[in-house]
């Protein structure tokens, strides 16, 4: 079935441009030219992805953003600014916005975020346990069994370990493990990312220096396979 996106922009060229491309690539495509309207469909349609400009009539792309999200609302959200600095791109993500573009923008580069963010959209929403070898894990519970038996994971470990879950089989990139489970907030470095997935492999992989679950793929990052 074809991915349905909404586009959210005022600028009447783009929208047409944009329409005509994603269209061509096969989604299906809704649009809405001011922050209002934008909303109003955001939150009461079911989109695969929503294409969101910062700059719009009525509501911005920043407050659209943050009350998707506080009426839990998860839908993936692509944020297009024209002003490109570092700080905007800071408070995009952190109200909620899962990838940004900075106008003007290459089509091909706009095209690449969205199939990458189509394709990482959780394959199940909220598993509420899942198990991979002889490792049990339940979310509501926050617990994680190896053999029958309890393993102490550190809060981080475990969120580490349900996005591992959430996107089994994609590769994943250290940035996007910063940016999805240690945020912003506290700014660390992308080796913060390898230290704990090697305290994870040591608490569940039968053999940690041969890991079969949490795998390396040198160059781009880690991959999930259980
Ligand atoms: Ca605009």
Not at 12 to 27: H, V
Not at 57 to 81: A, E, H, V, W, Y
């Amino acid at each position: 079935m074809s991915k349905r996106i909404l586009l959210v922009e005022d600028e009447k060229g783009l929208i047409l441009t944009l329409t005509d491309r994603l269209i061509k690539e096969g989604y299906t495509v809704e649009t809405a030219s001011d922050g209002d309207t934008g909303y109003q469909r955001a939150s009461t349609e079911a989109f695969d992805l929503v294409i969101l400009d910062l700059m719009l009539p009525r509501k911005n792309g920043f407050d659209i953003c943050r009350d998707l999200r506080q009426k839990s609302i998860q839908t993936p959200i692509l944020m297009l600014t024209a002003r490109g600095q570092v700080v905007d791109k800071v408070v995009g993500l952190k109200l909620g916005a899962d990838d940004y573009v900075t106008k003007p923008f290459e089509m091909m580069e706009l095209l690449a975020r969205v199939e990458a963010l189509l394709r990482r959209a959780p394959i199940q929403n909220n598993p509420s346990s899942y198990q991979f070898g002889v490792v049990s894990i339940d979310f509501q519970r926050a617990e994680v069994m190896r053999d029958g038996l309890p393993v102490e994971l550190s809060a981080r470990e475990f969120k580490l370990l349900k996005y591992f879950i959430e996107h089994r089989g994609v590769t994943i990139s250290r940035d996007e493990l910063l940016n999805e489970v240690w945020g912003y907030d506290a700014m660390p470095s992308t080796r913060t990312v390898d230290v704990h997935i090697a305290w994870l492999r040591q608490k569940l992989e039968p053999n940690p220096r041969h890991p079969q679950y949490i795998l390396t793929l040198h160059g781009l990052g880690y991959k999930f396979v259980g």
